[in-house]
């Protein structure tokens, strides 16, 4: 969906849609959207910026940071933003912006794209890291075995031997004490 600057300028838009999984791009292969991205917006031309405000929901497929399994989570986030068109920026070598000049996004041309918008919702979104619960254990470092699903094998090696040097001298320390 276009939202064009000259219609918003007419009449404000009301905006209830759903994206099914895939018809979005995100730009990232780090998830995956398995249900529909439920919108409900409106989109106005206020002040020669355009306000959309709303909120999303849906629920992705990512992968826990600790024993890549898949984990769920759902996404639901209120938004409401300015974005202002780069013919309003001044073209001087530098331009200095104001703390209230922080909260607009820019677009060129005539409006900009809801998909673009909603994409960008999403990944802000999403946690920096997701694990799949508080106590996962993760993988082995050493054969990679699922540590949650099972105990792997491997041999449980004491300190590194580049640091003995260190456990004598702990040692002898000790024994002076």
């Known amino acids: 969906m276009f939202l064009d600057v000259r219609e918003l300028a007419v009449r404000k838009a009301r905006i209830r849609k759903s994206y099914s999984p ?28 355009i306000r959309i405000c709303g909120n999303l929901h849906t629920r992705v497929e990512l992968v826990c940071a600790r024993c890549l399994d898949t984990v769920v989570e759902e996404i639901s986030r209120d938004f409401d933003l ?42 802000l979104a999403l946690p920096m890291k997701v694990i799949c619960s508080s106590d996962c254990r993760g993988l082995c470092p050493h054969c990679g075995s699922n540590l949650n699903n099972e105990e792997c094998r491997c041999e449980k090696s004491g300190a590194d031997p580049r640091l003995a040097p260190l456990a004598r001298l702990k040692q002898d320390w000790f024994k002076k004490q």
């Not at 895939?22 to 910026?49: K, N, W």
């Not at 300015?82 to 331009?95: A, G, H, K, L």
């Not at 104001?98 to 996004?105: F, G, S």
Request: hydrophobic share 35%; glycine share 8%; net charge negative.
């Open 22 to 49: 895939g018809t979005l791009d995100f730009h990232s292969g780090e998830f995956r959207q398995i249900e529909p991205l439920e919108v409900r917006a409106t989109a106005e031309f206020v002040d020669g910026q």
């Open 82 to 123: 300015y974005y202002r068109s780069t013919t309003s920026i001044p073209e001087d070598d530098e331009v200095h912006l104001n703390l209230e000049d922080t909260d607009i996004a820019f677009f060129e041309g005539d409006g900009l794209f809801l998909a673009d918008v909603l994409a960008e919702q999403v990944n």
